[in-house]
């Protein structure tokens, strides 16, 4: 999917790809609010306007895919 998402009825498979060690603060926060715990780790979320700027503030972080 585009890096700048828009919310949408559409469900997202979010996947974490990096680690955190080095990330700031905010950014592990968030990691931990979608609920992403380790690499390889894969959640699936509504695209609602709170989980699409969460996933826009660590793009460099996670994987984002439309869930089937």
Do not use: W, Y
Not at 1 to 17: G, H
Not at 19 to 32: C, E, M, P, S, Y
Not at 48 to 68: I, Q, R, S
């Amino acid at each position: 999917m585009a890096k700048n998402l828009a919310p949408s009825d559409a469900t997202l498979e979010i996947t974490q790809i990096k680690g955190v060690i080095g990330a700031k603060q905010n950014q592990r926060d968030t990691l931990r609010s979608l609920g992403l715990k380790r690499i390889g780790h894969t959640v699936t979320r509504k695209a609602d306007a709170v989980t699409v700027g969460m996933v826009n503030t660590v793009p460099h972080l996670v994987k984002v895919e439309e869930a089937k």
